[in-house]
């Protein structure tokens, strides 16, 4: 027996984290693709709007690059899960470096085609490399210990929330010394540098054992879940009811995200405070960082499914209680409460997926969560968009408290054990 099979795990803290075996060198590569993400969007909206001098063809280019991003999601990882990050990663990364650049040089210039923008921004969000998903089964195969998994995750989902704040205040510097287009420039370069620092790490060289050894268990004639295309209903069901209620949950908390950010942006235009956004959204931002930092040092008896239930009950009471007296000074605190909550709901929906999905499909198991969470908040900033002006402002926000809350209840499905059958002499 080698001896660190006998030696004990290392205390469970987010130093340990950080001090396991190639964690920092692979972590901080994902994390420097990532910001990519948080830069992106922004600078396609700008860039292609001043590119065509319109807000509509700015806002479909933009709905066509996240519509294709998010839905191809699951694909993607399972591309990754099935041909290991060096065969599926890297060319996804290279593709998407590529086709920001060539939207970088499409908006240079004023009077670009509307059309052009559409035609290069629907693959380049279909290419878009899975780096959060690929990152944490990276995470789950360098920490077994499912305490220090636990600590990986919530500093995994805190970094991740700073990142979609920095992101736009970097793409606002680069306006002050470049023009929009920048900004996509820059996203290209980030994303293949911190892919091709991740695919080069020694983290993910032990990825084709994983696979070998998953093939090698699975049936003969048969075939590891998740290692060949299925449908996405049976796809689905293969992670059993825990899969699914961290799908359902994570779709719940990302409309309770995509609705409060807009009606933030509603109340502070009908109090006169339009700069009163940005303090709203840093409280949330904060409120997330501060309770998955201290949620991932808990050591938890409730099971996982108890915790993301309550979790996501918890956002949805502060959601709907914020809407009683809609004010923004109020929202800002209302904001810092609830967003205590949505960091560890997410840390907990990452758990319960790898702890649901086969080690062949981890990765594409983290992408069904992912995209219910950008599903949620897309479809609930649509509607609220549609309810806003026809419905009150504090039904608006109880409205969208309300999956949040009726979420929960999924942690009470517990599935049939199945009858044992008489075997016969």
């Not at 519509?67 to 899960?81: E, I, M, N, Y």
């Not at 820059?186 to 696979?211: D, F, I, K, N, Y």
């Not at 904001?335 to 205590?340: E, R, S, V």
């Not at 062949?360 to 599903?375: D, E, I, Q, Y």
Request: with cysteine; net charge positive; charged share 10%.
């Amino acid at each position: 027996m080698s001896p660190s099979s006998t030696a004990p795990s290392p205390a469970p803290s987010y130093a340990a984290v950080l001090r396991t075996r190639y964690a920092c060198r692979t972590f901080g590569a994902a994390l420097l693709g990532r910001l990519s993400y948080g830069m992106v969007s922004l600078s396609l909206m700008l860039a292609a709007k001043e590119a065509t001098d319109s807000y509509a063809v700015a806002g479909t280019v933009v709905a066509l690059f996240a519509l294709t991003s998010v839905f191809l999601s699951p694909t993607r990882a399972g591309l990754v899960d099935r041909y290991g990050p060096r065969r599926a990663l890297l060319p996804m990364a290279a593709c998407y470096a590529l086709l920001l650049a060539g939207l970088a040089f499409a908006t240079s210039w004023p009077g670009g085609s509307g059309i052009l923008l559409g035609i290069l921004a629907v693959p380049a969000g279909a290419c878009t490399p899975p780096l959060g998903p690929v990152m944490r089964t990276v995470w789950s195969d360098l920490l077994p210990d499912r305490r220090l998994l636990q600590r990986a995750y919530s500093l995994d989902a805190v970094a991740e929330e700073l990142l979609f704040v920095a992101g736009p205040l970097l793409v606002g510097l680069l306006m002050h010394i470049a023009s929009p287009s920048a900004g996509l420039a820059v996203s290209a370069a980030l994303v293949g540098t911190g892919s091709l620092a991740l695919v080069m790490s020694p983290a993910v060289h032990g990825w084709a054992g994983r696979q070998r050894d998953s093939a090698a268990a699975a049936p003969s004639g048969g075939s590891v879940p998740g290692g060949r295309p299925g449908t996405p209903l049976r796809r689905l069901s293969r992670g059993g009811p825990g899969l699914r209620q961290a799908i359902v949950v994570s779709a719940a908390v990302g409309t309770a995200l995509g609705a409060f950010e807009l009606l933030a942006i509603a109340v502070a235009d009908e109090h006169g405070t339009p700069g009163s956004v940005a303090w709203i959204l840093a409280a949330l931002s904060g409120g997330s960082a501060i309770g998955g930092l201290v949620y991932g040092a808990v050591a938890w008896r409730a099971s996982s499914r108890l915790r993301l239930a309550v979790l996501a009950a918890a956002l949805g009471l502060v959601l709907a209680a914020a809407g009683l007296f809609p004010h923004p000074a109020v929202l800002v605190v209302w904001a810092a409460i609830g967003g205590l909550f949505i960091a560890p709901a997410l840390t907990t929906a990452y758990l319960i997926a790898d702890e649901c999905a086969d080690p062949a499909s981890r990765t594409r198991a983290g992408a069904w969560v992912n995209t219910a969470l950008n599903a949620g908040s897309a479809g609930a900033t649509a509607v609220t968009g549609l309810l806003l002006g026809h419905v009150p402002v504090p039904v608006c926000f109880a409205l969208a408290a309300a999956p949040a809350v009726l979420s929960a209840a999924t942690a009470l499905y517990r599935p049939r054990r199945p009858v044992p059958v008489p075997v016969g002499r």
